[in-house]
T-cell receptor, first 112, second 112 residues
Framework: DVKVTQSSRYLVKRTGEKVFLECVQDMDHENMFWYRQDPGLGLRLIYFSYDVKMKEKGDIPEGYSVSREKKERFSLILESASTNQTSMYLC???????????FGQGTRLTVV | GQNIDQPTEMTATEGAIVQINCTYQTSGFNGLFWYQQHAGEAPTFLSYNVLDGLEEKGRFSSFLSRSKGYSYLLLKELQMKDSASYLCAVQRHNNAGNMLTFGGGTRLMVKP
């Protein structure tokens, strides 16, 4: 079975902290994605990566950065967390062929 | 950019048929996905359409019309466990690879 693992299910951080969300996939997928999901807004794409060290901005990249040093790992970084970044964060991966994306279980981040 | 629209909520009766519509506007269209997401869980893949027409998979079917920018998900013989959010997602290709963008999701409530 494909597995996409996010490092934490729940996180509470303080405003201004630097936050790292980690995602690891075990299927050698080329593409990896970070989304945030908010009530009424659905899943919104923050960043995606199609190869090691490659990244592309999604629809809402402001306030976020990413890192992909190894193929299996894609990290989302909040340089200085703010309360409006309180959300559910979902990581996903897929191959380059037109197949479905597989999602991790999500990290519910609360910034206080 | 792109727009993906789907109804926010729908209600249907156990044993009935329900159709969830999705309209989209995008460049570089490269396929449309439907995902199911139960509350508190990760989205899971239901169907994929890249050519016009109907794809049937058990109780679920998905239709695509590329010229109209329109898709629907048809659920037959509804069961209580089908109560979930249904997410329409459009894949588009650009120089960076395949981006997957989601609509806001349709929350389906199945009543006895």
């Amino acid at each position: 079975d494909v597995k996409v693992t996010q490092s934490s299910r729940y996180l509470v951080k303080r405003t201004g902290e630097k936050v790292f969300l980690e995602c690891v996939q075990d299927m050698d997928h080329e593409n990896m994605f970070w989304y945030r999901q908010d009530p009424g807004l659905g899943l919104r794409l923050i960043y995606f990566s199609y190869d090691v060290k490659m990244k592309e901005k999604g629809d809402i990249p402001e306030g976020y950065s990413v890192s992909r040093e190894k193929k299996e790992r894609f990290s989302l970084i909040l340089e200085s967390a703010s309360t409006n970044q309180t959300s559910m964060y979902l990581c996903a991966s897929s191959t380059t062929v037109n197949t479905e994306a597989f999602f991790g279980q999500g990290t519910r981040l609360t910034v206080v | 950019g792109q727009n993906i629209d789907q109804p926010t909520e729908m209600t249907a009766t156990e044993g009935a048929i329900v159709q969830i519509n999705c309209t989209y506007q995008t460049s570089g269209f490269n396929g449309l996905f439907w995902y199911q997401q139960h509350a508190g869980e990760a989205p899971t893949f239901l169907s994929y359409n890249v050519l016009d027409g109907l794809e049937e998979k058990g109780r679920f079917s998905s239709f695509l019309s590329r010229s109209k920018g329109y898709s629907y998900l048809l659920l037959k013989e509804l069961q209580m466990k089908d109560s979930a959010s249904y997410l329409c997602a459009v894949q588009r290709h650009n120089n960076a690879g395949n981006m997957l963008t989601f609509g806001g999701g349709t929350r389906l409530m199945v009543k006895p």
